[in-house]
């Protein structure tokens, strides 16, 4: 008796001739995803708060989507540390992590994954977020005309946090 087995189970048993005799036979399975190669990080700005948009090579491979970890804690640079804040199922070559702390330096780790499992991590990259400005209040514009020409001056309230303009 012969069968298959799978990631799913073993198969019904096929009577292979030989009497009293079972094999059960396991493929071989295809390995998970290469390791993501080629990730970049740049700063902005989303919606008032620091933001950094990650980017990476894509992997080859069928139906691949990509897990982002990122971590203030650069305990490790083999994976992210436990703890770490998770963006899975991304299916393009880039993210934006928003909401972030001014200043601070975030670490930041990509992995591929498919039905055949996870990758290994990137190499761990790292970059500091921009420190954003308070916005400036009480914008006044005054229009004047003198000699035919129109001048215009703008004033406005300092912000009143010490971060640079």
Do not use: C, H
């Amino acid at each position: 008796m012969v069968a298959a087995k799978t990631s799913k189970g073993i198969g019904p048993y096929v009577d292979n001739g030989l009497e009293g005799a079972t094999s059960i036979i396991s493929p071989t399975l295809p390995p998970p995803p290469s390791q993501v190669q080629g990730v970049t990080v740049t700063r902005g700005v989303a919606d008032g708060s620091p933001s950094l948009t990650v980017s990476w090579t894509a992997v080859s491979g069928s139906e691949i989507t990509y897990t982002v970890r990122y971590s203030t804690n650069s305990v490790t640079r083999t994976g992210p540390p436990s703890g770490a804040s998770t963006i899975s199922g991304i299916t393009g070559t880039s993210t934006t992590l928003s909401g972030l702390t001014q200043g601070t330096v975030y670490y930041i780790w990509v992995a591929a994954v498919s039905s055949r499992g996870q990758g290994p991590y990137s190499t761990r990259v790292s970059e500091t977020t921009f420190e954003v400005a308070s916005q400036v209040s009480n914008i006044k514009i005054n229009q004047t005309v003198s000699n035919g020409m129109i001048n215009l001056r703008v004033t406005w309230n300092q912000p009143t946090s010490d971060r640079p303009i």
